[in-house]
């Protein structure tokens, strides 16, 4: 069993970054994808971001070019997120596919807790 924490949220001003952090408790498996999602309130959790075993992204339309995936070692992910918007305004949730690349949260074996990002002036 993995469990996954999230850390790096807050509050900020638009225009500015974050870097969210994903711990897990144990080593990931190669073979997993890495996959980040949030939730605003009265929203659906959405897909934002994604990262195949051998490296290759996915990202929404709505944070291309503002959002980068990354992961450091077996244990621990990021999202790095830039210009932020406040209709990026959500708990954000780290989470962990064993069949590999999905866009949708039911595919996702793995979540963590989430982590509140609040984007406003």
């Known amino acids: 069993q993995v469990h996954l924490a999230e850390s790096g949220g807050g509050l900020v001003q638009p225009g500015s970054s974050l870097r969210l952090t994903c711990a897990a408790s144990i080593r990931i498996y190669s073979s997993s994808f890495l996959g980040w999602f949030r939730q605003a309130p009265g929203n659906n959790r959405e897909f934002v971001a994604g990262?195949?075993?051998?490296?290759?992204t996915y990202y929404a339309d709505s944070v291309k070019g503002r959002a980068t995936i990354s992961r450091d070692g077996a244990e621990t992910f990021y999202l790095q997120m830039n210009t932020l918007k406040p209709e990026d305004t959500a708990i954000y949730y780290c989470?962990?596919?064993?069949?590999?690349?999905?866009?949708?949260?039911?595919?996702?074996?793995?979540w963590g807790q989430g982590t509140q990002v609040t984007v406003s002036s």
């Open positions: 990262m195949r075993p051998n490296g290759n």
């Open positions: 989470a962990i596919a064993r069949k590999g690349y999905s866009r949708r949260s039911e595919d996702y074996n793995y």
